[in-house]
């Protein structure tokens, strides 16, 4: 599968895996324990300013967080229509940040990483019975599907764009499905060679 991860080094990727899964857990708690939209739209400057000091890694995925303003201005409209415009705000600043947060983590740090990480949190787990190496793979995956599931995207987005000179949109989500589908079947027979030996 292909990854965001990205090989041009930042001086977040020097971090350990897990002090920014640490942070990257700390702030989403924060967030959702912050209620005016004055603090959460402060945060949700400094989490971009952080991301901009990344560099071309960064300007490189600055796409999908128009992605992500697309989603907050719908956020703010329903919630305007509800009569409830600055809690449709607070909750678009706490998207914008989160997704902002979980992209740094993903464009600096190696899947590998983040799946030692996993394994070392679940480990304890291991005196009980629980399978913590099976757990820790089936998340490690779930967010590495979640990277392939925007490149799919992206790389059709791009193709179809070059081909009309506009986006694709929703005619996107059958193509998008189907390489899913076909990603997922080509993992799950890699799964089942290597656990099979």
């Known amino acids: 599968m292909r990854s965001l991860y990205s090989e041009q080094p930042t001086w977040m990727h020097a971090i350990a895996a897990w002090i920014k899964l640490a ?10 324990l912050v209620e005016r939209p004055s603090y959460l739209a402060f945060a949700c400057a400094a989490v971009l300013l952080v991301f901009a000091s990344l560099g071309q890694p960064a300007w490189r995925r600055v796409r999908m967080l128009l992605g992500v303003a697309i989603a907050g201005g719908l956020i703010v409209g329903f919630h305007w229509a509800m009569g409830t415009t600055l809690l449709g705000v607070a909750s678009a600043l ?8 979980a992209l740094m983590l993903t464009l600096t740090t190696r899947f590998e990483d983040l799946l030692a990480v996993l394994e070392a949190v679940l480990h304890p787990l291991q005196r009980v019975g629980v399978p913590t190496e099976r757990i820790a793979l089936g998340l490690g995956l779930m967010l ?3 990277e392939n599931f925007y490149v799919q995207w992206q790389r059709l987005d791009d193709a179809y764009r070059a081909r009309s000179g506009h986006g ?11 390489r899913t589908l076909q ?7 890699a799964l089942a060679a290597r656990l099979g030996r």
Do not use: K, N, W
């Open 23 to 32: 942070v990257l857990s700390v702030c989403g708690t924060l967030l959702v």
């Open 94 to 101: 706490r998207l914008a940040s989160a997704a902002t947060l």
């Open 144 to 146: 590495r599907f979640a």
């Open 168 to 178: 694709g949109g929703l005619r996107l989500l059958a193509p998008l499905t189907i």
């Open 183 to 189: 990603t997922a079947e080509r993992v799950a027979d």
